[in-house]
């Protein structure tokens, strides 16, 4: 019974101890403590919706991504064409199927005097010109006419008598502008004949008795200047003329 009272008696003590413990607290104390949970609590819901709010930043950036994607899948995507380009090669026509090809000096045929004179191929010439002798203007019925007489390769003078067709003024340096009579005639040259003017003239210091200008030439020969004498002249019955 006695150990019982002492028992009793030494609990009732401790906890007297620990009861006047507690409320020897200050208040402070419990304040400052109570003010600190407090902003720990407030401290924590802000970081809480800090991360909310983050978490909604995320989804709402996945959900524009996926509207992005959605969008793009949607958009009609542009078609790949592919062009076959086929380089086309187109032959020009060799200039001897277009033009003919001759040398500086070739045979020339007159048709009318049923001769073959040399001649100079000159592509710094405008008009032909031909050796003529005796070179004489008159009158036939109202009209002017020119005797003339070509040169054959033996020395022997035809006599040419032909209508008037022009008059040019040939000027030269240190000495008097020369006047020359110009008449129609028909010349063959490789496979070509042409009715062109050809101005009369004496050429007996010159090598060729016939110089071929730009009026014959133009469109129809290429001038050779390493070559000499590749063609021959055509000649035709029907157009000589004695």
Known sequence: MNSYLKTITALTICAFISGCATTNIPK???EDSNNNKKEYQKKIKKEEKATKT???LDKKIEKNEQIEKKDKKQEPQPKIIKQIVK???IKKPAIKDSMIVVGTSE???IPSSDITLKAKIDTGATT?????L????FERDGNKWIKFDLEDKDGKLINKTLPLHRIVKIKRHGAKNQKRYVVRMKLNLANVSQLIDVSLTN???FTYPVLIGKNYLYGLFLVDVSKEYITKPKKSKNEIKK
């Open 28 to 30: 402070k104390n419990i």
């Open 54 to 56: 983050d978490l909604n």
């Open 87 to 89: 380089k086309i090669i």
């Open 107 to 109: 045979n020339v045929y």
């Open 128 to 132: 032909t010109s031909i050796h003529a």
């Open 134 to 137: 005796n070179i004489k203007e």
């Open 203 to 205: 050429r007996s210091k």
